[in-house]
């Protein structure tokens, strides 16, 4: 076992799977000389050499289509938005070429593109979305998120063997927030599949990313006055573990839909129609969403702050629907 | 002035009564003595009339509740002014509230109380009716505790007066599948009395049964011979049980030990002769008893049997005529049983069942005739009875049933 913390946990998955396939590269800007914007691919230049470890010039079109060619050609190409807002400049690469050649051509893109995203760490409108939304609207592609070191590690090693396009939303206010134990021994984390972080009778709370520790932290403090959270981290978007979910509203009858995303067009709209349209009859209660409000991510700290969803709008929730 | 209407108390060991059907709804108009509800206890179902006239103001227990004796169950107006009492507003929560809007769809005690989609699949599962549940959620919801609270304490109401078929239930745990069209239906007070009193009888006796052959065709000849004069004088239809309880009365007085009942370590010999005849009713069956068989005449027992039989199957029989029996005659043969395995009535030690009298050829004296036979069976609890003596016992019931005389007295 080895204390990493989360940035450590994808540079390591990264590394372990260059290792092991030739074929494994790296894209995008500052990756290479610099290491990357978030020195998640530090040391990669030095060990893999300028033909596995590109710097790119400053277009994300560019990147992602260089990146979708390699993979039509037979490589693995991995590559980096530096910021996940900036893969709005590749949205056509992405959903016109990447998430249609399988279908359109018999070709498949075993492409990985990863995207630090979400806020927190004071990035203002355009270096802080969650953009997980246009990509979950458009089949073809999958996207996973994960929440955990550990999980971290295991997705990015199973996005890279996948033979599919994965988007890969690495969670920047975790980066260095979050260490865990980690084993030696290699695994892997399965896409499509979600994980109950907590189990729990009373409440299903249905999230992904950062928000996951919020769930956890409002769980223990409920669990204080005998309300029980089931905390459900999706971990995958797309596809998604419809299975594991429907399971956890079916037990505990109530459910709270949260995401850091913003409200309309998020996630938990979705999440609410399936589990409305195929739970009905077990639920006690109304689907509660949690989630951004529809607007741009401030810059300003205690904008920010009132943006982002909560702890405390976690428990205030649950404690209203627990009530119910 | 306000009349409670309380559960009675039908027998000195009954606490509790389950009202199976109300024959008013609030808002009748009700007049003394009149029926106005219909119970079932351990002991005997009755009707029960209404203590004084007026308006039946409100029930308080709806139609499968079980309630202690003396508990008022409705509320006769006489029709003066009462005062009304207000309704207690359900407490609020405490917590920090959200301001959401709490749209009634529809309050406690309407048709239709508000709830939730699961709440409903559930009471439409258990078939349970949600204005009989008490709401704890936000505007008085019921909510899943709530129904779940509900089905224990029914559960519970079940298991403390029935814990004998429990137990044998949980003995034998397969569980079954219920498939939407399905239907699941309670079990009555009675049945699941009835239940409760044969897993235990069969559990407490060691239960044997003998048959015998018996020669109905002297009893066949003088009912034939006897009916159309019995009914003119006393107008009631005459019956082969009338002379199989006179038979086995005096039987009785031959081998006492059948008479008996079993205390502990000791062997009680009841002096009376009490015997209780089964009844079949439309939702289980009664077991109202005759007293003091061996003193009555045939005549006597035949206008006994058939009050009985008549007043069991209207509802209308004391709680001390179903108590008190110390031997039990069943007699399927009318629904063309031939015979039986019939299980003891508690706390007797031997049952007698009666099958189907037909014409059968029999070999008397090396020829063949024509005879209308009964094949009888008698349980018996051999903790106390042994072969010999049933058997005894039952040669000689055969005796005087194929010995009978030609008069009926």
């Known amino acids: 076992m080895s204390t990493v913390t989360y940035v450590e946990a994808i540079r390591d998955g990264l590394r372990e799977e260059m290792l092991r396939d030739q074929n494994v590269f790296v894209l995008g800007e500052d990756v290479g000389v610099y290491g990357g914007a978030f020195k998640v691919t530090e040391g990669f230049l030095s060990e ?75 990035g203002g409108p355009f270096h802080s979305q969650n953009p997980e939304m246009y990509f979950v609207h458009t089949p073809g592609l999958k996207i996973v998120a994960p929440s955990t070191a550990y999980d971290a590690k295991g997705l990015i090693k199973s996005a890279i063997r996948d033979e599919d396009p994965v988007l890969y939303f690495e969670h920047k206010f975790l980066y260095r927030r979050i260490k865990e134990e980690l084993p030696t021994k290699e695994y892997l984390v399965p896409i499509g599949s979600a994980d109950i972080k907590r189990s729990g009778k009373d409440i299903s709370v249905i999230t992904y990313g950062a928000m996951v520790h919020n769930a956890l932290e409002a769980a223990e403090v409920l669990a204080q006055d005998g309300i029980d959270l089931e905390v459900v981290d999706l971990r995958t978007l797309v596809p998604l573990d419809k299975e594991k979910v429907l399971q956890s509203v079916k037990k505990t009858n109530k459910a709270i839909l949260l995401h850091e995303d913003v409200r309309t ?30 607007t741009p991510v401030p810059f300003s700290p205690p904008l920010e702050k009132f943006f982002l969803p909560k702890t405390s709008d976690v428990i205030r929730v649950a404690r209203y629907l627990a009530a119910y | 002035m306000s009349c409670d209407v309380i559960m009675p108390q039908m027998g000195e060991s009954i606490f509790e009564g389950t009202i199976t059907k109300w024959l008013k ?62 309704e207690e507003k359900k407490p609020q929560s405490t917590k920090e509230n959200i301001t959401i809007n709490l749209k009634s769809s529809g309050d406690q005690g309407t048709k239709n109380p508000r709830s939730s989609p699961l709440v409903k699949r559930l009471a439409k599962e258990e078939g349970i009716d949600l204005n009989e549940v008490e709401g704890s959620g936000l505007g008085g919801r019921i909510t899943k505790a709530d129904i779940m609270n509900y089905l224990s304490e029914r559960e519970n109401i079940a298991q403390i007066t029935r814990p004998l078929v429990q137990q044998a239930q949980q003995k034998m745990e397969i569980p079954t599948r219920v498939l939407s069209e399905d239907k699941i239906v309670p079990m009555s007070a009675m049945r699941l009395n009835i239940a409760e009193h044969m897993v235990g009888s069969k559990g407490a006796a060691a239960h044997v049964t003998t048959v015998f052959e018996v020669d109905m065709t002297s009893v066949v000849k003088i009912k034939i011979k006897e009916a159309n004069e019995f009914y003119h004088r006393e107008g009631i239809k005459l019956s082969f049980t ?27 010999y009841k002096k009376d002769i009490n015997i209780g005849l089964a009844v079949a009713l439309t939702e289980g069956l009664i077991v ?77 004296n090396d020829a063949i005739a024509i005879r209308s036979m009964a094949y009888l069976s008698l349980t018996f609890d051999h903790r106390l009875i042994d072969g010999s003596i049933a058997d005894g016992f039952m040669s000689s019931l055969k005796k005087n049933l194929e010995l009978w005389g030609n008069e009926i007295n």
Not at chain 1, 70 to 98: H, R, W, Y
């Open chain 2, 25 to 86: 709804v609030p808002g009748e108009k009700v007049k003394r003595d009149e029926p106005l509800f219909e119970i079932s206890t351990d002991k005997v179902d009755s009707e029960i009339p209404a203590p004084a006239s007026g308006i039946l103001r409100e029930i308080r227990f709806q139609e499968g509740d079980t309630v202690e004796i003396n508990t008022v169950v409705a509320v006769i107006d006489d029709g003066e002014p009462q005062q009304i009492k207000l």
């Open chain 1, 48 to 122: 893999f050499g300028e033909q596995r470890v590109v710097d790119t010039p400053l277009s994300e079109s560019a990147i992602v289509g260089a990146a979708i060619g390699a993979a039509l050609m037979g490589m693995k190409p991995v590559a980096e938005m530096q910021f996940a807002d900036f893969i709005s400049c590749a949205f056509d690469q992405i959903t016109n070429f990447a998430a249609k050649c399988r279908y359109r051509w018999g070709a498949g893109v075993p492409l990985v593109i990863r995207g630090p995203s979400g806020g927190g760490i004071h």
């Open chain 2, 288 to 364: 109202p008893v005759i007293f003091h068989a061996n003193q009555q005449s045939l005549r006597e027992l035949a206008r006994s049997t058939a009050d009985i039989a008549n007043r069991a199957r209207e509802k209308k029989l004391n709680p001390q005529e179903v108590q008190g029996g110390t031997f039990t005659i069943t007699n399927p043969g009318i629904f063309g049983s031939l015979f039986g395995t019939p299980i003891i009535n508690q706390p007797q030690v031997a049952i007698l069942c009666v099958g189907a009298i037909n014409k059968r050829p029999v070999v008397i």
């Open chain 1, 265 to 294: 067009g998020g996630f938990a709209g979705e999440l609410a129609a399936i589990i409305a349209e195929e739970a009905f009859e077990y639920l006690d209660g109304p689907l509660m969403r949690i989630t951004a409000p529809d």
């Open chain 2, 242 to 268: 009338p002379f199989f309880v006179k038979a086995v009365a005096n039987t009785l007085i031959e081998y006492p030990v059948m008479n008996a009942s079993i205390k502990g370590n000791d062997i009680i």
